[in-house]
């Protein structure tokens, strides 16, 4: 046949050797592309790469694949699929970034995430240069996966990175920035840095209410972080405050029955309880 063809060696006996040896070592003239044993994975990414050289629609294919898996909460379906896409053309960093936020989200995978997120990193310097939002948003992820990992020091690191990308292009005063700054304070609650957490908190909220208004789900957020700070801290005033502002917020925005309100509400409840009991 012409057809391009792919082998993958299955584990047996041998530990697969034996398969893989019979692959690799066809007679010349019956090319045969092989993969690792057990690797039906990387076969199934290299047949699409092939089927792509010609096949545009490939990649329409797979997202739909991938929506109709989500739909349907089958979540490793879902994720093969957005790794395939994004193995169809490793330069496309809204690929890559998608198939490393899914794996980061849904499914707990940070090691296969982080490799995406700094193939985005490395795509975006290279054909956008050093001051481009992709390459912030790259260093946001990486920072987010850090400090899951626990690795405080490289998270605030990669999220100070992608601040000053956002103040270089959109100024100080832009929600974007204020995203990071929260972003900054996050890492420090992790550390139990409450001051730097603090501080971080209410600069991202001082823009958001300037740039959002204080209606905006954004600030909301910002008010439900610094009221849960404010409780970590003993400060059950404070806290109440803050929440409370981010209750009516969310229960405006987004009604009473939606899942953030009712957790904002668990929040101001349970600070009122504690309240009750002192």
Not at 189 to 205: C, I, P, Q, R, V
């Amino acid at each position: 046949t012409t057809l391009p063809v792919i082998g993958v060696p299955i584990k047996g006996m041998l530990d697969g050797l034996d398969a893989l040896l019979s692959i690799v070592q066809m007679p010349p003239g019956i090319p045969v592309a092989t993969v690792g044993v057990n690797g039906a994975m990387n076969a199934a990414i290299l047949a699409v790469q092939m089927l792509a050289l010609g096949d545009d629609e490939l990649a329409r294919r797979c997202y739909a694949y991938y929506e109709s898996f989500q739909q349907q909460h089958l979540t490793d379906s879902a994720a093969r699929y957005l790794e395939l896409r994004a193995a169809l053309d490793t330069t496309n960093v809204d690929w890559q970034n998608t198939a490393g936020q899914y794996l980061d989200d849904y499914i707990g995978d940070y090691r296969k995430a982080m490799d995406y997120y700094e193939l985005v990193l490395r795509q975006s310097l290279r054909q956008y240069g050093g001051q481009n939002e992709w390459a912030a948003t790259a260093y946001n992820n990486i920072g987010f996966v850090a400090a899951n990992q626990g690795d405080f020091d490289s998270a605030l690191a990669h999220h100070a990175k992608a601040l000053a990308i956002y103040e270089a292009l959109y100024g100080k005063d832009h929600p974007y920035v204020a995203i990071s700054y929260n972003n900054i304070g996050l890492v420090y609650t992790y550390k139990g840095d409450h001051s730097k957490a603090m501080e971080n908190y209410f600069k991202a909220l001082a823009i958001r209410e300037q740039a959002l208004g204080t209606e905006h789900l954004e600030t909301a957020t910002s008010y439900n972080n610094i009221g849960g700070l404010y409780h970590d801290q003993g400060d059950l005033d404070k806290a109440l405050e803050y929440c409370s502002k981010a209750l009516a917020v969310f229960e405006e925005t987004l009604g009473e029955a939606h899942p953030y309100t009712k957790k904002v509400k668990d929040n101001v409840e349970f600070i009122q309880e504690k309240m009750s009991q002192e």
